[in-house]
C-alpha cells in the first residue's frame, strides 16, 4: 500500500518537473548537443597536449601513455559522432567565411588524421593491440607491417603539434573577435 502510494507521488512529481529544453543549432548560435562535443572535445584535447608536454620534459612521465592512448581512441569516437552532428545540421548552424570554413575544415581534418595515424603504428607495429581503459579494441598486426609504422613515426607527433597550434590560433581568433564586440563566443556559450 505504502510503496504503491509512493511511486503513485514519484511519478505525479516527476509529471510537474521539465527537463531544460535542448537547443537545436541555428544561424545564430550552435546547440546543445554540438556545444557538448565542443567543449567536451576540447578538454579531452587540454589533457592531450598536458599528456605530451608532461613526457616531453620529463621522460618518466611516459608513463602516461595508457591514459594518452586511451583518451585519444574516446576522442577519435567523439569525433565521428560530432562529425555526423555536424552534417546533419550544415545549413541550420552559424555560417562563417571561407577563412572560417577552411579554418575549422583543418581542425576536423587534423583530429581526425592524428588518432588515426597513431592507431594504424600500433596495429602495424607488432607491438600489441591498442588498450583503451584496459581493454582491447584493436589487435596488432602479427608481423611488422612497414608504411603503417613509418606512417605513425613520421605524422602523428608533428600532425598533433600542428593541431595544438591551429587550435591556439582559433581560440586567439574567438576572443579576438569577442572583444571586437561580435560576439562570437556566444554562439558557443549558448547565448542567444
Ligand atoms: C586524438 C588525439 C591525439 C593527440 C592530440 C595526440 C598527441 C600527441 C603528441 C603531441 C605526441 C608527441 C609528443 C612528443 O613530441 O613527444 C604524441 C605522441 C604519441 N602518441 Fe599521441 N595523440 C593522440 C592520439 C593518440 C592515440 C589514439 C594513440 C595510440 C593509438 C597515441 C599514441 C602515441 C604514442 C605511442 C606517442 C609517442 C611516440 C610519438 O611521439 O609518436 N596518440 N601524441
Ligand atoms: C578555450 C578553447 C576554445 C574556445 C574559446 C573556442 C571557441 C569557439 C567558438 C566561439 C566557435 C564558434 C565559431 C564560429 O561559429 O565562427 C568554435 C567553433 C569550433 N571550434 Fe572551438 N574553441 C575552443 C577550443 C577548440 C578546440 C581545442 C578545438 C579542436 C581541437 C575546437 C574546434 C572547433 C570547431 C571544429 C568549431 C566549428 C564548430 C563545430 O563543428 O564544432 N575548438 N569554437
Known amino acids: 500500500m505504502v510503496r504503491q502510494?509512493?511511486?503513485r507521488y514519484t511519478a505525479a512529481f516527476l509529471k510537474t518537473q521539465t527537463l531544460p529544453a535542448m537547443k537545436p543549432d541555428t544561424s545564430n548560435a550552435y546547440g546543445t548537443v554540438s556545444r557538448f562535443f565542443h567543449?567536451?572535445?576540447?578538454?579531452?584535447?587540454l589533457l592531450m597536449l598536458f599528456t605530451a608536454v608532461a613526457w616531453t620534459?620529463?621522460?618518466?612521465?611516459?608513463?602516461?601513455?595508457?591514459?594518452?592512448?586511451?583518451?585519444?581512441?574516446?576522442?577519435?569516437?567523439?569525433?565521428?559522432?560530432?562529425?555526423l552532428w555536424a552534417l546533419g545540421?550544415?545549413?541550420?548552424?552559424?555560417?562563417?567565411?571561407?577563412?572560417?570554413k577552411l579554418g575549422h575544415g583543418a581542425l576536423y581534418?587534423?583530429?581526425?588524421?592524428?588518432?588515426?595515424?597513431?592507431?594504424?603504428?600500433q596495429h602495424g607495429s607488432a607491438r600489441g593491440g591498442l588498450k583503451v581503459f584496459g581493454v582491447e579494441i584493436m589487435n596488432g598486426a602479427p608481423e611488422k607491417i612497414e608504411?603503417?609504422?613509418?606512417?605513425?613515426?613520421?605524422?602523428?607527433?608533428?600532425?598533433?603539434?600542428?593541431?595544438?597550434?591551429?587550435?591556439a590560433g582559433h581560440i586567439l581568433m574567438a576572443v579576438v573577435h569577442q572583444l571586437k564586440g561580435e560576439k562570437i563566443l556566444n554562439r558557443m556559450l549558448g547565448r542567444d
Not at 39 to 45: E, L, T
Not at 90 to 100: M, T
Not at 147 to 167: C, S
Open 5 to 7: 502510494a509512493a511511486i
Open 39 to 45: 567543449w567536451i572535445m576540447a578538454a579531452g584535447f
Open 57 to 83: 620534459l620529463n621522460e618518466d612521465y611516459f608513463s602516461l601513455i595508457d591514459l594518452h592512448k586511451s583518451v585519444g581512441f574516446v576522442l577519435l569516437v567523439l569525433l565521428l559522432l560530432r562529425l
Open 89 to 100: 545540421n550544415l545549413s541550420r548552424r552559424p555560417q562563417g567565411n571561407l577563412l572560417v
Open 109 to 121: 581534418v587534423l583530429m581526425a588524421a592524428v588518432p588515426l595515424t597513431a592507431m594504424l603504428r
Open 147 to 167: 608504411w603503417m609504422t613509418r606512417l605513425g613515426n613520421e605524422w602523428h607527433a608533428p600532425l598533433a603539434w600542428a593541431l595544438f597550434v591551429l587550435a
